[in-house]
C-alpha cells in the first residue's frame, strides 16, 4: 500500500511583521533582509494561539480538502522543534481540538526536515497496512525560540502550521532518502528551555536558536541537490519528469543555488518565504497547500519535496500527486 496525499491545508498566526518592524528591534534593514533571505514578512503567534491551535487549524482545513470525517483518521503525526508544551504532545492536543478519537497520536523532532521524517513514518505504517489513514503535520511557534536581539537568526524565521491527509491506495509512488549527520550538530542548536536553565538566567543566548549561517548554507546548497540527484537516479526518474520541487523555504538563495546546480528549470521551484520566513517544519506543507489550493498539481504527476536543518539532517521525497 502506498499513502497518496487527498487534501492539504495550513494555518498562519494573524500577526504580521514586517522587516520594518525587525528594524525595530535590531540593527537591519528591508534591503539586506530581502536581498539576502528573500524574506519580506512573517507570521507571528499572538493572543493565545499556539503551536497545537495553528495545528488543529490546518489539519481541519485538510480533512475538508480531501473530504475526509476526524473519525477515519488512524494516525497524526506532528512534526515539530516549538511543541510549546512537552505534554502532552501537539498530536493529541489535535486530536482532541479536531476529534480524531481513532487515531494514535505522537510527535517527532527532525527540525526543519522534520516534515519529511514525519511522511516517511507515515508511509511506513500504510505500507504495512497498519493504518490507512493519516494526518501528518508540520507546526512551529518560532517566535518563542528566537532571540529578537540576534540580527543574524531573528530576521530568518516565523510561526505557521501546514498538514497533509494521507490515504492508502494499491497505486502511486513513493520513495526517499534522508540523512542525519549528528558531527554538525553544533551549527544550528538550542538548549532546552527547562527549568535548570532558566536558573542560569532565563534569557541565556543558549535558550534560543544559535546558528552558523554560513556552515548551514553551505551544508543546504551543496546536500539538497545530492539527496535529490541520488533519489531520481535510485528511481530511474529524470528530472524532467518532475512537476514541482518543493524545497524548505529557508532563503531565496539556497532555492536558487540548487536550481542552478541541478541544471533545472527555476519555474519548478516555487517559493513563498516573502510572506512566511522560515516555518522549519511548517514550511513544505505550507507551500504543499498552497500549490493544491491554486490547482497547479495534477494527478499523476511527480513532485519532489526536499529539505535541511538542523541536526543537521536533510532528505528529499518522491511522490505521486
Ligand atoms: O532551516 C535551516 C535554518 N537556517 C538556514 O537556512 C540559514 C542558512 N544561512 C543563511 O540563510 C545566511 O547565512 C544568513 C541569511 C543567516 C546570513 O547571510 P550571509 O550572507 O551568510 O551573511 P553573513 O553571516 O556572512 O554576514 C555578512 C554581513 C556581516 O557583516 P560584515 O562582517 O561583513 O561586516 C554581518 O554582520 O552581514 C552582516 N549581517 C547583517 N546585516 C544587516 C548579518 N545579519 C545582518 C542583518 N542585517 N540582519
Redo the contacts with the bound molecule.
Sequence with gaps: MIGKICGTGSCVPKGLWDNQKLMEL????DE??RE??GVARRHIAENGETTASLAAEAALTALQNGGIRAEQVDLIITATVSPGDLMPNVSCQVQKKIGALNATCFDLNAA?TGFLFALNTAQAYLARGIYQTALVIGAEILSDLTNWKD??TC??FGDGAGAVVLRAGETGKYAQVTYSTGEKGNV?TCACRNQKRYAAGADAPETYMQ?D??E??RF?VSRVPEAIEELLKKEEMHIEQIAYFIL?Q??ER?VRSVVKRLGANPDKFPMNMEEYG?T?SASIPILLNELNRKGMLRRGEYIVLSG??AGLSYGASLMEW
Design positions: 535590531v540593527d537591519t534593514s539586506w533582509v539576502r533571505t526543519c540580527r543574524s530576521i530568518l544550528l546558528m549561517g554560513r548551514v548554507f543546504a524548505h529557508a532563503n539556497i522560515n522549519s535541511f536543518g
